[in-house]
C-alpha cells in the first residue's frame, strides 16, 4: 500500500481488468493482489465487482482499480462497459484445464475488439501449486504470450507466488507509457481518470513493449 497517504491521494489512476474463463481463479488474484486474502470456498462472480490497491512505481503513487467479472456465457452483456477506460488487463486461464487456455485466443479477441490496441496485457497461468494436475505446459503458456504479444507470468493466488509481480509489472508498463507521453506534451502533472469513461491516449507507441514479454515460472 501507499504509505501514510490518504486513499485518495494518488498521481494516476489506472483501471485493470481480469477476463478469463470462469473457474480460473480472477477472484482470488484480485483478493490476493488488494487484501493478501485467498478463499478456497469463493463462489463465482455475479455481474461486476472491483477493488483498488496503491502502489508506489517509479516515485509516483499508482492507483490501481482492478475490475473482475463472471466469466459464465450469461453475464456477457456487460462487456463494453466493463472495458470501458480500461488500459491494463490480465488474461487468466487455469494450468490444470486445458480448455481454459484454449479460450484464451477467443478472450483476447474481445478484449481488442472493447479496447485501445496498445492496452498493456499479461497471460496468466494460475494455479501453478497444482503441479501435478498441470496440462497446461510453461512453454505453451510463454509461446502464446508471445505469438500474441502479450506478457506473460504464471501465478499461484493460493501461495500468492506472482500475484503482486504480475499486477505490478503490467501498472509499470502503463506508467512508463503515459510518463512517456507527458513528457512529449509537457505536462507532466496529469492525472488518469479512466474509471470515468476516459482512456489513456497510447498509441502510436509502437509494440517496443510487447517485444520484451517477461517470463517468469
Not at 35 to 43: A, P
Not at 71 to 76: I, V
Not at 85 to 95: I, T
Request: glycine share 8%; net charge negative; charged share 25%.
Amino acid at each position: 500500500m501507499s504509505g501514510n497517504r490518504a486513499d485518495d491521494d494518488y498521481d494516476y489512476l489506472f483501471k485493470m481488468v481480469l477476463i478469463g474463463d470462469s473457474g480460473v481463479g480472477k477472484s482470488n488474484l484480485l483478493s490476493r493482489f488488494t487484501k493478501n486474502e485467498f478463499n478456497l470456498e469463493s463462489k463465482s462472480t455475479i455481474g461486476v465487482e472491483f477493488a483498488t490497491r496503491s502502489l508506489n512505481i517509479d516515485s509516483k503513487v499508482i492507483k490501481a482499480q482492478i475490475w473482475d467479472t463472471a466469466g459464465q456465457e450469461r453475464y456477457r452483456a456487460i462487456t463494453s462497459a466493463y472495458y470501458r477506460g480500461a488500459v491494463g488487463a490480465l488474461l487468466v486461464y487455469d494450468v490444470t484445464r486445458k480448455v481454459t487456455f484454449e479460450n484464451t485466443a477467443r478472450w483476447l479477441r474481445e478484449l481488442r475488439d472493447h479496447t485501445d490496441p496498445n492496452i498493456v496485457a499479461m497471460l496468466i497461468g494460475n494455479k501453478s501449486d497444482l503441479r501435478h494436475l498441470v496440462a497446461v505446459s510453461t512453454e505453451e503458456g510463454k509461446t502464446f504470450a508471445e505469438h500474441e504479444g502479450l506478457f506473460f507470468m504464471e501465478t499461484s493466488a493460493l501461495e500468492a507466488t506472482n500475484v503482486d509481480h504480475a499486477f505490478s509489472e503490467v501498472l509499470t508498463q502503463i506508467h512508463h507509457i503515459v510518463s512517456k507521453k507527458a513528457v512529449e506534451a509537457g505536462d507532466g502533472s496529469a492525472s488518469v481518470v479512466p474509471s470515468q469513461g476516459e482512456s489513456i491516449d497510447i498509441k502510436n507507441e509502437g509494440s517496443a513493449w510487447k517485444k520484451m514479454g517477461c517470463c517468469s515460472n
